[in-house]
């Protein structure tokens, strides 16, 4: 399972959906039309030609998994509840103000936006939204430079004191404080 095509999101809902009667719900923001363009905040102060550590500057449009793909194998190979999923189709600027009031309460909000308007869009509007000792994951954050920024820029702005929790493979995570 490639996550691009919707993995980490189906092993979260495969998690949370282990006990059959629960009524959670998940949402799924994707543009299904692959990454954005990259913006002058995701590369380093030189601007160099890498776009993190390991990454340089993809293509809009790449890592892309259709709404097809996702809906597969969510409902048809893992055959999870449809009344449990809720995915939206378009670009995070676009969705996030729309429905951030009807998502309601965020127990564990998970970021994979690469770039830095993507993850400061989505911190600005769902982070509200997250519990008290909820948990935020940023998958990009050790990885892409934009992803960093967004996130520092943040926690700084909101006065935010948080233990950063690395994962080993790029990504972190941080409890939010009561």
Known sequence: MRCSSGGCSALMAL???ENKKNNRKIWLFDSFEGL??????????????LAGKFIRPLDKGSCLGTYEQVENLFFSKLKINKKNVVMIKGWFQDTLPKYKNKIGKISVLRIDADWYKSTKCCLENLYDNVVNGGFIIIDDYGTCFGAKRAVDEFLEKKKLSVKLIYDGRGGCYFKKPH
């Open 15 to 17: 998690i949370a959906f």
């Open 36 to 49: 954005p363009e990259t913006g002058d905040k995701d590369f380093t102060i030189e601007k160099t030609k």
